[in-house]
């Protein structure tokens, strides 16, 4: 089936430095991919929908000169953390849908566990 | 505005049948998923229904009534490792998915 791969699985880094998180889909091209954030005992919250070599589509409060996304190939959308704080610390998750499949579900990455100190 | 409901915790017995319901209020509708999310891990699929009635796979089965908004997922002869979150999450008329906050299943011996 349908493979998302998400790295790193965790990472800690101190204020004020940024922090790049990579999402591919393994075996299928998948010209949107989703970031999600979640909060400890927290539903998750979509952040920002990944185009294929176009600009990404971020959801309402989230600063998208902060969170920077590139989507440069169909296996690999990039999420950069600029400038990270404590409050950022999150589990952020990417996930992807295989157009080739009708109404295939979301896969997600096994998500990417970010301590700011 | 668009809305899914679903209990925020639910408990069951090892070895028992538990039903987790979601209700749902969005603008169109091309499917619900659910999702089984354990502590620190991201989610995994479970079940997608597009058509009124139940889908049965393995120990897991998931019910759609569309003209009622509603859903549920049985979970039968529960394990200790069912204990998890699971999250019912809908596909409106624009193929955007809309996340209900998920119910907390906890399994006692």
């Known amino acids: 089936g349908a493979v998302v791969s998400q790295h790193p699985s965790w990472v800690i880094c101190k204020s004020g430095t940024s922090v790049k998180i990579e999402c591919r889909s393994l075996?299928?091209?998948?010209?949107?991919m989703f970031w999600y954030r979640q909060f400890p005992k927290q539903s998750l919250m979509l952040m920002a929908t990944s185009n294929e070599g176009s600009k990404a589509t971020y959801e309402q409060g989230v600063e998208k000169d902060k969170f920077l996304i590139n989507h440069a190939s169909l296996t690999l959308s990039t999420l950069t953390v600029t400038s990270a704080h404590p409050e950022d610390s999150s589990f952020y998750i990417c996930?992807?849908?295989?157009?080739?499949?009708?109404?295939?579900?979301?896969?997600f990455g096994n998500g990417t566990r970010l301590t700011v100190t | 505005g668009q809305n899914i409901d679903q209990p925020t915790e639910m408990t069951a017995t090892e070895g028992a049948i538990v039903q987790i319901n979601c209700t749902y209020q969005?603008?169109?509708?091309?499917?619900l998923f659910w999702y089984q999310q354990h502590a620190g891990e991201a989610p995994t699929f479970l079940s997608y229904n597009v058509l009124d009635g139940l889908e049965e796979k393995g120990r897991f089965s998931s019910f759609l009534s569309r003209s009622k908004g509603y859903s549920y997922l049985l979970l039968k002869e529960l394990q200790m490792k069912d204990s998890a979150s699971y999250l019912c999450?809908?596909?409106?008329?624009?193929?955007?998915?809309?996340w209900g906050a998920g119910t907390k299943l906890i399994i006692k011996p």
């Open positions: 075996d299928f091209q998948a010209t949107t």
């Open positions: 996930s992807a849908r295989d157009p080739q499949t009708d109404f295939s579900p979301l896969h």
């Open positions: 969005t603008s169109g509708f091309n499917g």
């Open positions: 999450a809908v596909l409106d008329s624009n193929y955007q998915l809309i």
